[in-house]
C-alpha cells in the first residue's frame, strides 16, 4: 500500500467531541485450519479481553542477554546524539529509545524470534513487520507516568494506520511489581475505539513522547470502559512476553520505588495495514517512530 495513497477514515478522531465508537475490525484474525502457537485458552482470552500474558518465554540466560544490551545502549554517546532517544521532562533520564529493531544486532533477533512473530502472523494471519520498537526504562524514584491511551488512535491519527491489524508485544526485562508502575490495562476496552476531543498540534510527538495530552480519552470514556471491564496490572517476573490489541486502553503509574521497570516493545503490523497519509492534517511523525519506507516481511 503506497504511504500517499488515501483511504476511507473509518475511525475519526481529534475532529469533533470524545465519543466511544464500537470496532469495526476482527481481534484475532486467525483461519481456523491453523494451528495456535500458544493454548487456544490463550487466545480466547486475548479475543476477549484484549490482551493476555505469557510467562517464562524467555530463560534467565537470555534476559541477561537483553538486560545487558539495554545497558550498553543507554550509555552509548551516539544512541543518546541520535535524536531517536526521549529523555524524561524533568530529570533528564533516558525514558525510551527507538527503533531498536534496526539499531541492534540483538534487538533485530528479537523482533523476528518465532516465538513472537509467529504468534503475531497467527493472531494477523498476515506476514508482519515492525511497525514500531523501543526500549522503555522506567526508572526507579523519578520514572514518569505513560497517561491512558490507545495505541491506534495516535497510530491512525498521526500515522495512517489504516485498520485495526496490529498488536503489541512488551518483554519485560525486569521484575514488575505492583508498585514500580506496571502496565495497566481495561478488559474489553479494545472493542470500543476512543474518539478523542482537539486537534493534532505541530510536531506533536516532541511533547507526546514525553507526556501525551492529545489522544487521550476523556474521564467519562475511561469511566464507562472501566465500569465494564475493571483494570488489570500485568505483574510478571523477567522473561515474560505481555502481548495486547492495539486499541487495548493501557497506561501506567510513575515509579517512585527504587525498583525500575525496564522492557522491550515491538508492534507487529500486518503488511497489508501498511500506513498511508496521517488522518490529521499534519505531515508523517518520523521513520523511528513510524516505519514507512523500505517495508518487508519479518523473515
Not at 520498537?133 to 495505541?151: C, T
Not at 475511561?222 to 490489541?245: H, N, Q, R, Y
Amino acid at each position: 500500500m503506497n504511504s500517499l495513497e488515501k483511504t476511507t477514515d473509518v475511525y475519526p478522531s481529534r475532529q469533533g467531541g470524545a465519543q466511544l465508537i464500537e470496532r469495526q475490525d476482527p481481534t484475532v484474525y486467525q483461519v481456523r485450519d491453523k494451528v495456535a502457537p500458544v493454548p487456544v485458552q490463550q487466545i480466547a482470552h486475548y479475543a476477549e479481553k484484549g490482551f493476555m500474558l505469557l510467562e517464562d518465554v524467555f530463560s534467565e540466560a537470555e534476559v541477561l542477554g537483553f538486560q545487558r544490551e539495554l545497558e550498553r545502549l543507554r550509555g552509548s554517546d551516539a544512541q543518546v546524539a541520535s535524536g531517536e532517544t526521549i529523555t524524561e521532562p524533568e530529570s533528564g533520564d533516558i525514558r525510551s529509545i527507538f527503533r531498536i529493531h534496526e539499531s541492534s544486532p540483538v534487538f533485530n533477533a528479537l523482533a523476528a524470534d518465532k516465538r513472537l512473530a509467529d504468534l503475531a502472523r497467527y493472531i494477523l494471519d498476515d506476514e508482519v513487520y515492525i511497525h514500531q520498537s523501543r526500549l522503555n526504562y522506567k526508572p526507579g524514584f523519578r520514572g514518569k507516568e505513560f497517561y491512558w491511551h490507545s495505541d491506534f488512535e495516535t497510530w491512525h491519527v498521526e500515522d495512517g494506520m489504516p485498520r485495526m491489524r496490529a498488536l503489541s508485544m512488551s518483554i519485560t526485562l525486569t521484575e514488575n511489581y505492583e508498585y514500580n508502575g506496571p502496565l495497566m490495562l481495561i478488559p474489553g476496552s479494545h472493542l470500543q475505539y476512543a474518539a478523542c476531543e482537539g486537534e493534532t498540534p505541530d510536531n506533536h510527538y516532541q511533547a507526546s513522547l514525553k507526556k501525551q495530552e492529545y489522544g487521550v480519552p476523556s474521564d467519562a470514556q475511561l469511566e464507562e470502559m472501566a465500569k465494564g471491564g475493571g483494570i488489570v496490572s500485568a505483574k510478571c517476573k523477567p522473561g515474560s512476553v505481555i502481548i495486547f490489541d492495539c486499541n487495548t486502553m493501557h497506561g501506567s503509574n510513575g515509579n517512585i520505588s527504587p525498583k525500575p521497570r525496564s522492557n522491550v516493545f515491538f508492534v507487529y503490523n500486518a503488511i497489508s495495514n501498511q500506513v498511508v497519509s496521517p488522518f490529521c492534517d499534519q505531515p508523517p511523525r518520523p521513520e523511528f517512530i513510524c516505519s514507512r519506507e523500505n517495508i518487508k516481511p519479518l523473515s
